[in-house]
């Protein structure tokens, strides 16, 4: 069967958190998710280093038949999308395209405060491109953006000890410095893949007035958007509901750790870059 799927790239996991909603919006199309986890995690890489592999895994999803990738990985979207879109698409065959997830986010995060001051949680890489604030002053320019890196709490997740009460001192640690920039924070934006799994320990160490946003279902719906507005892309995708996964590590180890993230099991393959 020859497929047309949605490629979905994320340095590792956590783009199935984003894919899962996804998958839930958007079921009747194919989708070809690949995981870069031999080199995660890209939060603390520099922008040369992140460009270079989601530029590499990006091409590699387009020569499997994705017309159409989404960067799954804030990391990456924040370092490298903008290049890729600009300098290196022009490059390609026509009629591809790769979308992030810093831009739909950004698109609607202002509409859920009050008090116009908003927190991004995210990797230090992330935080320190500056993207969120950003692209979030494009749309909302008089929200106040805080933002607060996060660097323990992948790794937490990724050693299984996210739910454990080792990971509370980081929770409370990262949480109490974002609100020390501003009290009058009402919403926080999850702006890493991984953090999901942390969102009853975060809601358990906020303020019950704090609204916290994952980033999956935003950028579902954003994708659902695109695709009603984008006739000549939504044409090209095949629709046959299948689901497959790529990992630059070792398949059983991605498949035995993808469900915490996916909430099903997957069988990924093997691919070297
Ligand atoms: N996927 C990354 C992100 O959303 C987190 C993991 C990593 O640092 O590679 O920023």
Redo the contacts with the bound molecule.
């Keep these: 069967m020859s497929l047309s799927p949605i490629g979905v790239f ?3 996991f ?2 199935l958190t984003v894919l899962r909603e996804m998958v839930t919006a958007l079921p009747q199309y194919d989708y070809l998710y690949l995981g870069d986890n031999a080199r ?4 603390t890489r520099s922008f040369e280093t992140v460009y270079h592999y989601t530029l590499e895994c990006v091409t590699y999803l387009f020569d499997q038949g994705c017309p159409l990738v989404i960067v799954a ?3 990456a979207s924040a370092k490298a999308l903008r290049t890729i879109q600009q300098r290196d698409l022009p490059k390609m065959r026509a009629g591809l395209r790769v979308l992030g997830v810093i831009r739909p986010t950004a698109e609607v995060i202002g509409n859920s405060t009050r008090t116009g001051h908003v927190g991004v949680l ?2 230090s890489g ?1 935080v320190a491109s500056e993207s969120y604030p950003i692209e979030i002053g494009k749309f909302f320019p008089d929200v106040s953006v805080h933002q607060q890196a996060c660097p323990l709490w ?1 790794p937490l997740i990724e050693n299984n000890e996210h739910q454990g009460d080792g990971a509370d001192f980081f929770i409370q640690k990262y949480l109490d410095e974002l609100i020390a920039q501003s009290s009058s924070i009402d919403t926080i934006l999850l702006g ?3 953090y999901p799994l942390l969102m009853e320990k975060i809601k358990a160490h906020v303020a019950k007035e704090v609204t916290i946003i994952p980033q999956g279902k935003i950028v579902a719906d954003s994708l659902t958007d695109y695709l009603s507005r984008h006739a000549e892309m939504e044409s090209k995708l095949s629709r046959n509901g299948t689901r497959n996964f790529l990992t630059t590590d070792d398949a059983a180890a991605f498949d035995s750790k993808a469900r915490i993230f996916y909430g099903a099991g997957v069988a990924s393959r093997h691919i070297a870059l």
């Design positions: 994320d340095s590792g956590g783009g995660t995690p890209y939060g990985c804030n990391t995210g990797t992330t992948v890493c893949t991984h």
